[in-house]
Structure formats: C-alpha cells, structure tokens
C-alpha cells in the first residue's frame, strides 16, 4: 500500500486553480522531491495533505487513510518540517524532543530520546544543549527525531534546503536517507533543484499546479535537469 496516494488533487482560490488534477504516489521508503518556482502550489499541497485546506476534488489517502475525510487520523502518521523548525528555546534537543513527542501521544524516555537524537544525525554535544542558537540543520535533525518517535510514515519538509551550507545539505541527506531505509516516505517542497537532486530519488516538476514531468533522479544530470525545468516551466 502507498504510504501517500493523490488522486486528481484541485483547489482553486477565487476562481484560480493552485493546484490543479496533481496526482502522485509514494511508496515506503520513497524520497520524492516536488520541485516549482514560487507559486507553483507546492505549499497549498502540502497543506492539503496536512488537512488544513480541503481540496475542491480529488483525494488524498496517508497510509491508507482518507485524508480530507480523517485529517487528524492522517496528520498522527505524518511528520511536517517547515522551512523553519520551531523549537521550544529555553528547552534542550533531549527536552524537546520528549515534549513535541508527547504532544504526539508519545512518551520518551532520556536515553530513547538520545538514541532517536543519534539517529538523527545530531551530534552528541548538542543533545543538552538549549536550542536557541541551534542552525536550521540542526533544528532539521531535531525535527526528524521527532518524526521518529511519533513513528511517522510520512515525512514532509518545505523547502528543507534553503539556507543550508553544503556541509549541512549533505547531512541532510544522510539523515533522509536514514528516515527512507526505515520506509518512512518522504515528500520535499522546494524550488532547489541542484541540492535536492542528491537527496531524492524521484523528481516531480509543478508547474501552475499541474505535474508537469516526473522522473528517477539518477536518469538526470544537472545540467539536464536545469533545462528541463525551465523547458517545462515556460511550456
Ligand atoms: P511558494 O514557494 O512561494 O510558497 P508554492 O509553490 O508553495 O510557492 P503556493 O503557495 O501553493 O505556491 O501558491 C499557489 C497559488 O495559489 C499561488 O498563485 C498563490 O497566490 C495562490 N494561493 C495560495 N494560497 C492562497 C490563499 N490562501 N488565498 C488565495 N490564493 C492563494
């Protein structure tokens, strides 16, 4: 069974279709990356999944799951990062790790929540630190920690390479690959086709909200997939 299957997805606001018959299916442990310039409707189908927008047809099933009909059902299999990953401040990686859990219905103990920290590809130093002043890549590994204890199936992030140097890009990919190899599915929003080419395995391109190309990563360069992109976009 896909962990997430859209079937001919729209929502228009006012009359203007953001996304527009999107269908798409991830299986366990795919990494699929949804690529389009701003505006394209990545956002708006994220949100859609997430259960925070209705589409106006179409459906949306997370690990079998209506979603429009189930949204919270859904959202408890799913693991949102945004752009920015909001930690609690005050509190350390290990204390917010074991409270964001138990927001999700989980509780954790100190050294589980270190494990799913390792995990994470957060090193050692930072676990009892206080996560103000944490860097986006680090606020992502928190984030994928918390995934991992909510024992997510679906992990979506927002433009997850944004701002990120390349050190952080690579780990990134690490830790997706990481999420993958325990067959979480994972679905990334973003604009960055250069960094996200290493991270995903398959590629989506949005373009007005319609997919408008859909290939495996490793068939395309770099240079390929820059025109392509911008082949499709001007379509
Ligand atoms: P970005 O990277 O800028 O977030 P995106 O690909 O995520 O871009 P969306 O934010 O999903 O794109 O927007 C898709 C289209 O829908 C745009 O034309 C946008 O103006 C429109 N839109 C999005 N949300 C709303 C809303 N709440 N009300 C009206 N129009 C909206």
Do not use: C, W
């Amino acid at each position: 069974m896909p962990v997430l299957r859209l079937e001919s997805v729209s929502l228009a606001f006012n009359g203007h279709r953001a996304v527009d018959g999107l269908s798409l299916r991830l299986e366990p442990g795919e990494v699929y990356a949804l690529l389009g310039p701003n505006g394209a409707g990545k956002t708006t189908t994220l949100n859609m999944i997430l259960g925070f927008l209705k589409p106006d047809g179409g459906s949306i099933h997370v690990d079998g799951i209506d979603a429009v009909a189930d949204p919270l059902a859904a959202r408890a299999r799913i693991a949102y990062l945004p752009e920015t990953v909001m930690l609690h401040p005050a509190l350390t990686a290990i204390e917010n790790l074991g409270y964001f859990a138990l927001l999700a219905g989980r509780k954790i103990d100190a050294a589980t929540a270190r494990n799913l920290l390792a995990d994470a590809g957060l090193q050692d130093e930072a676990h009892d630190r206080r996560a103000q002043g944490f860097s986006k890549g680090m606020r992502q590994k928190v984030g994928v920690a918390i995934a991992l204890a909510k024992e997510a199936r679906l992990l979506l992030l927002d433009e997850p390479t944004s701002g990120l140097d390349a050190s952080a890009a690579n780990d990134l990919g690490q830790v997706i690959r990481g999420a993958s190899d325990r067959g979480i599915a994972v679905l990334m929003a973003t604009h960055d086709l250069f960094r996200v080419k290493d991270v995903a395995r398959r590629l989506g391109i949005l373009h007005a909200g319609r997919l408008v190309d859909e290939r495996d990563a490793a068939a395309i360069g770099p240079v390929e997939l820059e025109r392509l992109y911008l082949e499709r976009l001007a379509a």
